[in-house]
């Protein structure tokens, strides 16, 4: 039985697809999520894969999330994200899923988070190194090492970033700083802009 999807058509699709199926389709969680940073670094320097004009849109005051595939035989699901100038993720967590990101446009500053301790719905975090994504470049998060924080890099560009999530990202666990590496805990449901 076919996949049935209201997300947009795109140049490459059913390419770009079959691969991430491929990806998924493997053993284990690293394998998979290996597997499927090789897949985004090769869609994202593939001429023949173009994604849609709607996620190079921004949406003014936060960053755009839109669908482009959630396969129901894999469960897995592909959001496109548009970061307007300077937009970016407080720090977060992706709801103890596997999640493979590939900067397609741009360039991202993602900072990896180390949790120290937790006390009911307060957490100490330390960030971790800085890392840097330009476009083609691709990295995973992988639970429980899955704290981390995301932004536009530039202050006069859009960015845009592809995730591949375990399952269907529809919400994550957001942290609000207390002071002193302390951190709130609240649940943040999660919608996805129209294509």
Request: glycine content about 10%; some cysteine.
């Amino acid at each position: 039985m076919g996949e049935i999807s209201t997300a947009p058509t795109f140049r490459g699709r059913e390419r770009l697809i079959a691969a991430l199926d491929a990806a998924v389709s493997l053993a284990d969680t690293k394998a998979i999520t290996s597997a499927l940073k090789q897949v985004l670094c090769n869609a994202i320097g593939d001429p023949g894969i173009e994604l849609p004009p709607c996620v190079h849109r921004p949406v003014q005051g936060r960053y755009a999330r839109r669908e482009l595939h959630r396969s129901q035989r894999l469960g897995y699901s592909v959001i496109a994200m548009c970061w307007g100038p300077g937009q970016g993720t407080p720090l977060h967590d992706h709801d103890a899923m596997w999640c493979v990101e590939g900067v397609w446009r741009g360039e991202l500053v993602v900072t990896p988070y180390a949790l120290l301790e937790r006390h009911g719905e307060r957490c100490r975090f330390a960030a971790q190194e800085t890392l840097y994504g330009g476009r083609g470049s691709a990295g995973s998060l992988i639970p429980p090492h899955e704290y981390h924080t995301l932004c536009n890099a530039s202050e006069g560009d859009i960015a845009v970033s592809l995730h591949v999530y375990q399952g269907p990202m529809e919400r994550s666990t957001v942290f609000d700083p207390l002071g002193d590496g302390w951190y709130q805990r609240r649940v943040h449901q999660l919608d996805t802009d129209a294509a």
